[in-house]
Antibody, heavy 118, light 110 residues
Framework: QQLLQESGPGLQKPSETLSLTCTVS??????????WGWIRQPPGKGLEWIGN???????YYNPSLKSRVTISLHTSIKQLSLKLTSVTAADTALYYC??????????WGQGTMVTVSS | QSALTQPASVSGSPGQSITISCTGT?????????VSWYQQHPGKAPKLMIY???TRPSGVSSRFSGSKSGNTASLTISGLQAEDEADYYC??????????FGGGTKLTVL
């Protein structure tokens, strides 16, 4: 069973708000041992860190995306969410949900592809 | 432009050893022992290979090793095998409480 499973719209129109959800199949979502986060990878390109969240709700974002990003943790329903506002074609990417332990991304979801196009 | 600098590509023959470098600054790689390495095969999610500069997660081959000197971290793969052909990324925690990635290195097994 996949520990992390992302879900999202697939296709997003420019200027809209992207919303992604990650379902966590473990009680570790409530553990103080881990952070949770999102990473994206544009087609044919490298990895870009989006942000992390701790079980307490503290968030840390990539400065280049900070003004447009919100990451939330919903421990009661074991879900992590990502909202990215005012999307453009540059936001087209494979978005991964990840778990962090000792400042390393030890568990990755399969990723969900988001294409921004009118 | 990535925060950490990796060579775009490296290559080696089966059985040989290769090293991939990851150069940062005193605000990331040089600041903490929180450097990690990831292997990504085409169409797959990245896999953690090394964390805390040189620690291998359970199940990762001992052919993979990591080290750090100053602001540069390195991943060494010994006894190169065809299955090692993949993209490799380094990552580091930073003094700004953010995470940084390298641009990635494509390893070709000749």
């Amino acid at each position: 069973q996949q520990l992390l499973q992302e879900s999202g719209p697939g296709l997003q129109k420019p200027s809209e708000t992207l919303s992604l959800t990650c379902t966590v199949s473990s009680d570790s979502i409530s553990s103080s041992n881990y952070y949770w986060g999102w990473i994206r990878q544009p087609p044919g390109k490298g990895l870009e860190w989006i942000g992390n969240i701790y079980y307490s709700g503290s968030t840390y974002y990539n400065p280049s995306l900070k003004s447009r990003v919100t990451i939330s943790l919903h421990t009661s329903i074991k879900q992590l969410s990502l909202k990215l506002t005012s999307v453009t074609a540059a936001d087209t990417a494979l978005y991964y949900c990840v778990r962090l332990w000792s400042w390393a991304f030890d568990i990755w979801g399969q990723g969900t592809m988001v294409t921004v196009s009118s | 432009q990535s925060a950490l600098t990796q060579p775009a590509s490296v290559s080696g023959s089966p059985g040989q050893s290769i090293t991939i470098s990851c150069t940062g600054t005193s605000s990331d790689v040089g600041a903490y022992n929180y450097v990690s390495w990831y292997q990504q095969h085409p169409g797959k999610a990245p896999k953690l290979m090394i964390y805390d500069v040189s620690t291998r997660p359970s199940g990762v081959s001992s052919r993979f090793s990591g080290s750090k000197s100053g602001n540069t971290a390195s991943l060494t793969i010994s006894g190169l095998q065809a299955e090692d052909e993949a993209d490799y990324y380094c990552s580091s925690y930073t003094t700004s409480t953010t995470m940084a990635f390298g641009g990635g290195t494509k390893l070709t097994v000749l």
